[in-house]
């Protein structure tokens, strides 16, 4: 569903924001007010060539957003990657500069425009060059048919079981490539397990601390000199010598005067702790006079790790352990009597099988659904005034893929005698609108805007498409600017685009609420003077 459709500086429209509804949304006002503005919008989400005509006359640049349900993530393609962590809608847009520059977002954030279109179209059909297109898009028909035959879970099982048939082909194919790649691959294999013996976890990590200490190990063994000094004195009394003369000074007389003994005490054990970190300091200082070489025995290992990690394109310590234990288990695995090879030939064979399976299956739905879903078809087009309402799909087989091996196409015969052909070859404006909004009308769909619908109708046909409107409007979200009372009168929501002249001339575009929404299907009637003529001519 397409919640919300905001506009700013397009032509003329200054801003506007349309809040839409789940239903049939109407969209109408007087001949040259600005309708086509907003299906101009609309084709710039679909990916039309954004053009500075379009900006309007008091502005550097125009804008167009729309927020959408947030779809599958097959229909987000490219951009499900810029999806924010916790996004529950999409929200696409185009701006268009003054230099003549255009640029395409998804959630605000830059996206090729591409992309955005491509999301746009899997969300939202549009009449005109964007539907002829469309419908002659052999994906579109089959996607069709499949929705009308309710076939979604098996199609989404037959794409997942399409992505694990071609991992295993990729897999089987590394894997017998030829002898002399698979004889390098298991040497490779064995390097790596033997370049790697004796590796722990966290062996780098703990080389990098020894190397940065040891490169300012004069530094620690100037410090730890002073210390020791410091404790225990060269020529004169250190720490240590001093804290005992004063623990002798206070032991006498801890037996005259008990509340001492805590002082006492606390000395005694300052000087204990005195004597051990000097003795630990020493210990540190002969330490590091006994490693005079041993910098550069740790420079050389980190610099072999770093090679290992380079030999083996692996980005991180931690992630050549693992490949050497990956490396390790296979090679077990051969030595045990496994063969990869003839196990990834397993795999793949396992992995078609389901696939066969699973197109066959579909195969057997789509081919029983097809001549149904024409028939349907074809009443809708009579109801629309589309010729005869004559109209195929017909189903023929095609190269395997991720939707199943089947290919349809939508057929029509507008005017009797001539020839069925390809709906997008033979219809065009309002007719092509209206045989979609009949292709539609049986299998429901993605939100459909139809501009062209009412072009050249009236009369019972135009109360004909206003009834599959306001039916298909059940099923899915429709969007129509029109210029017909009948269409109008069945929508959910109403918008008026009214001109407002000025310097410049301005559009606004304004939902109504009943008694506006009464006036404007009034002034679409022929205004209040045309029916009260027509009221005295029936009563006289």
Same mark, same amino acid.
């Given at each position: ?196 013996? %004796? ?71 300052? %000087? ?20 005079? %070489? ?30 050497? &234990? ?62 005869? %309402? ?87 979200? &429709? ?62």
């Amino acid at each position: 569903m397409l919640r919300r459709l905001r506009i700013e500086n397009l032509v003329l429209i200054r801003e506007a924001e349309l809040d839409l509804d789940g239903g049939l949304n109407a969209i109408t006002g007087e001949t040259g007010a600005g309708k086509t503005i907003l299906s101009g919008a609309i084709g710039l989400l679909l990916g039309a060539k954004g053009d500075t005509n379009a900006i309007g006359a008091v502005a550097e640049e125009a804008y167009v957003e729309a927020e959408f349900d947030l779809p599958e993530e097959d229909a987000l393609g490219e951009l499900a990657a810029l999806r924010p962590e916790g996004e529950e809608s999409l929200v696409l847009a185009r701006r268009i500069f003054a230099d003549g520059r255009t640029r395409a977002y998804a959630w605000g954030r830059s996206a090729a425009r591409e992309d955005v279109a491509a999301a746009a179209e899997a969300l939202l059909a549009m009449s005109g060059q964007f539907e002829q297109r469309r419908l002659g898009r052999p994906g579109y028909q089959l996607a069709t048919l499949d929705s009308f035959a309710g076939v979604g879970d098996s199609v989404r099982e037959a794409r997942r079981a399409w992505r694990e048939l071609q991992a295993a082909r990729r897999a089987y194919e590394e894997l017998t490539r030829d002898a002399v790649a698979a004889r390098e691959r298991l040497d490779g294999l064995a390097a790596l397990v033997a370049d790697t013996e %004796g590796l722990a976890p966290g062996r780098e990590e703990e080389l990098r601390s020894e190397r940065e200490r040891l490169r300012h190990v004069t530094e620690l063994a100037s410090g730890s000199a002073a210390a020791v000094a410091a404790l225990t004195g060269d020529d004169e009394r250190g720490a240590a010598d001093l804290v005992a003369e004063a623990e002798r000074a206070v032991a006498p007389l801890e037996r005259l005067a008990p509340e001492l003994a805590a002082a006492g005490e606390s000395l005694r054990g300052a %000087g204990l702790s005195l004597r051990e970190a000097a003795s630990d300091l020493r210990a540190f200082l002969d330490a590091l006079e006994a490693e005079p %070489g041993r910098l550069e025995q740790v420079e050389g290992e980190l610099e072999r790790l770093a090679d290992l990690r380079r030999r083996y394109r692996a980005e991180s310590y931690a992630e050549l352990l693992e490949r050497a &234990v990956a490396a390790r288990s296979e090679l077990d695995a051969i030595a045990g009597g496994h063969d990869p090879a003839a196990a990834a030939g397993d795999a793949l064979a396992a992995a078609q099988a389901e696939v066969d399976r699973l197109h066959a299956a579909l195969r057997a739905v789509r081919a029983k659904a097809a001549p149904a879903f024409a028939e349907a078809v074809a009443q809708e087009l009579a109801g629309l005034g589309v010729g005869e %309402g004559e109209f195929r799909a017909e189903l023929a087989a095609c190269d395997p893929g991720a939707a199943g091996a089947d290919q349809v196409t939508f057929l029509v015969r507008p005017n009797a005698g001539l020839p069925f052909a390809p709906v997008a070859e033979t219809a065009s404006g309002g007719e092509l609108s209206r045989i979609a909004l009949a292709i539609a009308a049986v299998a429901g769909g993605e939100t459909m805007v139809f501009d062209e619908i009412d072009a050249g109708i009236g009369g019972g046909t135009a109360h004909a498409v206003a009834d599959t409107l306001r039916r298909l409007a059940e099923r899915a979200q &429709v969007v129509t600017i029109t210029h017909l009372p009948q269409i109008a009168s069945v929508a959910d929501r109403h918008f008026r685009v009214e001109k407002f002249p000025g310097d410049p001339t301005h559009t606004r575009i304004e939902a109504l609420d009943a008694d506006e929404r009464r006036d404007e299907l009034e002034r679409m009637l022929g205004g209040a003077d045309f029916l009260a003529l027509l009221a005295s001519r029936e009563n006289g």
